[in-house]
């Protein structure tokens, strides 16, 4: 069956305060591993897409990486306004369906 | 680019009316949208897939005479809750596939439904 697991819930990092996220998948054919941000009461709002292993993908304080059984989304010298919930999702096997994982709710205390 | 709107962004109605959620791709044609609901604190659910022009495809468990669904054309789907009851109250997502990038969805505001 095809899964996704996020760790950890929940992470409160001070201002500048590096760390990663961790995204764990098992799927059937993977075609894609997406990075989201959702604020509260917002859509997600799309960060990056990883297609195989090895592959790299950066934007401003963030670097996705993903390897065959996970992905890292790691945050550099983070800032308050990067506090949100970042979900994980893949598709993947003959529908091509997102399959989310339940998000990392990250906070930055300034 | 692939901005995607929903409209309304808030409803409140009465039980046993019925309430119409629309999608739209604005800067891209989608041939696949999909419906979404999420519940506090947790991750998105996925209510069906919808194609332009066909019949949607439902996931198990969601009603499709409750939650009825069209993709009329290229850049607009529509949800229709009939007969809402309070336990849909829930926050409605819908998204888009960009028929040029065919693995990625880009996802609307979001609905957030209260039902009386």
């Known amino acids: 069956e095809d899964q996704v697991t996020q760790s950890p819930e929940a992470l409160r990092l001070q201002e500048g305060e590096s760390s990663s996220l961790n995204c764990s998948y098992t799927?059937?054919?993977?075609?894609?591993l997406f990075w989201y941000r959702q604020d509260p009461g917002k859509g997600p709002e799309f960060l990056f897409t990883?297609?195989?292993a090895g592959e790299e993908k950066e934007k401003e304080r963030l670097k996705a990486t993903l390897t065959k059984k996970e992905s890292f989304l790691h945050i550099t010298a983070p800032k308050p306004e990067d506090s949100a919930t970042y979900l994980c999702?893949?598709?993947?096997?003959?529908?091509?369906?997102?399959?989310f994982g339940t998000g990392t709710l990250l906070a930055v205390q300034p | 680019g692939a901005v995607v709107s929903q409209h309304p962004s808030r409803v409140i109605c009465k039980s046993g009316t019925s309430v119409k959620i629309e999608c739209r791709s604005l800067?891209?044609?989608?041939?696949?949208m999909f419906w979404y609901r999420q519940f506090p604190k947790q991750s998105l659910m996925l209510m069906a897939t919808?194609?332009?022009?066909?019949?949607?495809?439902?996931e198990q468990g969601v009603e499709k005479d409750k939650f009825l669904i069209n993709h009329a054309s290229l850049t607009l789907s529509t949800l229709t809750v009939t007969s809402a009851h309070p336990e849909d109250s829930s926050f409605y997502i819908c998204?888009?596939?960009?028929?040029?990038?065919?693995?990625?969805?880009?996802f609307g505001p979001g609905t957030r439904l209260t039902v009386l």
């Open positions: 998204s888009a596939r960009d028929a040029d990038r065919e693995n990625e969805q880009f």
């Open positions: 799927v059937s054919g993977l075609r894609g």
């Open positions: 990883l297609y195989s």
């Open positions: 999702a893949v598709s993947g096997g003959a529908t091509n369906k997102l399959i």
């Open positions: 800067d891209f044609q989608a041939t696949t």
């Open positions: 919808s194609n332009e022009g066909s019949k949607a495809t439902y």
